[in-house]
């Protein structure tokens, strides 16, 4: 009689596991049925959403964005650009950089603290090379604001006492100069960091699929309108002055990546017979003179690449890649004069494999 109760036990036990087994599986493809909808509800979601398409200027150049959103987000893009217009743009005579410059006591706001903090940090790690006190050089030389001109030696070697990052500082929210009549100049820099603005927005309001373009600065995410990763070129340097002709070098991909270019193949000047680049070495007080034509960097954030191509412009080919031995998250493409004057071309390896052309 023992067995035949042990039978019936073990016979319940396993009816019990049955009923157990078969509720988990059942509870297992309701999930997986649930996944699977919801899966593709997302995509055909995402699918059905419209990508957008803005455009304008600011900070005296043009700006395109394209983004996947349901509603035209225009008012609020300009509204992000118009922030960062009204604390870096020397453009901009009601701007914070333009009060300082004029040496007003005004408190800088967190965007200007921002930017200045980067740009003191670059130049560290550049020795000087990239300088955004640079810009009474830069005036000098006709490539800013009060046209063009050419600057004796003694003007340069005066000027050349105005330059230098080390000489200004923020102290409680305030820019203190070691001298009243430097000025500073974030040209290089607040294109990517008003890229980096409007990609910031975009997180906030859950916006996945988007590219930022502001003068040639470029800020990624997901994907395009074709479903396919963001694709850029790089053009091929050349004296066309008037942007009639651009012939692609290589096309990058740079989805989920920042993207800056600095070149000195289109602004440029010729001053009795010889050609001055817009790029000034703020060590010497002159437009650099070295064989690099174009330097791209792409780094996480657009600033900081932006940043560093205008800092490796002047440094050039190999003094940056020493840079780049020390800073592995940045990557960097140089097009360059060879010594019989051809293209010839170095990239981070890091970089290879996004390069699609």
Known sequence: MATSDNTIQDSQ??????KKFGRKTTLQLLFLAFLVIGTVWIIRTQNDTPYQKDSGEIFGTYYHITYQSSKDLRPEIEAELNKVNASLSPFNPNS??????RNENVKVN???TQVFMLAERVSKETQGAFDITVAPLVNAWGFGTEGRKTPSKSTVDSLRQLIGYQKVSLVNGFVKKSNPKMRLDCSAIAKGYGADVVANFFKRRGIENYLIEIGGEV???GNSEKRLPWRIGVIKPSDDTLNVTEET???INVTDKAMATSGNYRNFRYVAGKKYAHTIDPATGYPVQHSLLSATVLANDCATADAYATAFMVMGVEKAKKV????SELMAYF???GTKGELEVWFSP????KIQQ
């Open 335 to 337: 097009i360059y004069a």
């Open 110 to 112: 967190e965007m200007f």
């Open 249 to 251: 070098q290589t096309i």
């Open 324 to 327: 780049l031995e020390r800073h």
């Open 219 to 221: 800020v990624t995410s």
């Open 96 to 101: 914070i950089i333009s009060a300082v410059n």
């Open 13 to 18: 036990q396993n009816g019990k596991e049955k």
């Open 350 to 353: 890091a970089l290879e494999s």
